[in-house]
């Protein structure tokens, strides 16, 4: 026997690779609970904590055949690169949840609704008044009244114009509001309870909003156009 292969050490036999259930799959993504679903890098975290899995040992490959299997068995929906357990809805949490309260019902049930990409009209002071038909049906528009902005804590009046258009979606107010108006019809008026990541954040807007500060406007739809 030479020198050279007395020194070597003796292979060690390679570990079977590691199989993951669907059932374990979709017991994973009920416990993320997240309403937008779990994505591979999720469950692939998750399931290394749980089975104490080490930094060189791969195992997605078995996540992905179990997600697969979980597809096509009809027990978890695939959405892009996220996943949910079919027929399980989680809601979102509060701190990227805008409270919308209805104050006063549109004067048109029937109306169009604000969707993304829509560009629309708001007052924050101003009576409210139905337009012309004509201005509606081209428009959709209707007189309206925003009560300034305020500070959940201590009620502080920060933020007031008569009035201000943006469109909606287009990142050019505060996610709060891209969110809380959507769904709402000419002359509806909402109450918008904004947590501080959909509005100011950490940083707030000195030397009006402190940081981390829960934001309310009473907001009522002038118009709003394609």
């Given at each position: 026997m030479s020198e050279d292969y007395a020194d070597q050490a003796p292979e060690r036999p390679q570990a079977p690779a590691r199989?993951?259930?669907?059932?374990?799959?979709?017991?994973?993504?009920?416990v993320l609970a997240s309403h937008t679903g779990s994505s591979r890098a999720a469950l692939t975290k998750f399931f290394k904590k749980k089975l104490d899995i080490g930094e060189g040992e791969d195992i997605s490959i078995s996540l992905k055949r179990a997600l697969d299997q979980g597809v096509k068995a009809g027990t978890i929906t695939q959405e892009r690169q996220s996943f949910k357990?079919?027929?399980?809805?989680?809601?979102?949490?509060?701190?990227?949840?805008?409270?919308?309260?209805?104050?006063t019902p549109p004067a048109n049930g029937a109306s169009e609704k604000v969707k993304k990409g829509h560009t629309v009209e708001v007052a924050y002071e101003g009576a409210c008044s139905m337009h012309t038909r004509h201005a509606c049906a081209t428009l959709h528009s209707c007189s309206s009244a925003l009560?300034?902005?305020?500070?959940?804590?201590?009620g502080t009046v920060f933020d007031s114009a008569e009035s201000f258009s943006f469109e909606v979606g287009g990142g050019e107010v505060i996610r709060g509001w891209d969110q809380g108006v959507i769904g709402m019809r000419c002359g509806e008026k909402r109450r918008l309870t904004i947590p501080p990541k959909l509005g100011y954040g950490k940083r707030g807007?000195?030397?009006?909003?402190?940081?981390?500060?829960?934001?309310?406007?009473?907001?009522?739809?002038?118009?709003?156009s394609e």
């Open positions: 199989v993951i259930p669907v059932e374990d799959v979709v017991e994973a993504i009920k357990v079919k027929g399980l809805e989680f809601p979102p949490p509060p701190e990227t949840t805008v409270i919308s309260e209805v104050l009560r300034p902005g305020r500070l959940l804590e201590g807007s000195p030397p009006e909003v402190p940081p981390d500060a829960t934001l309310v406007f009473d907001i009522t739809l002038i118009a709003l």
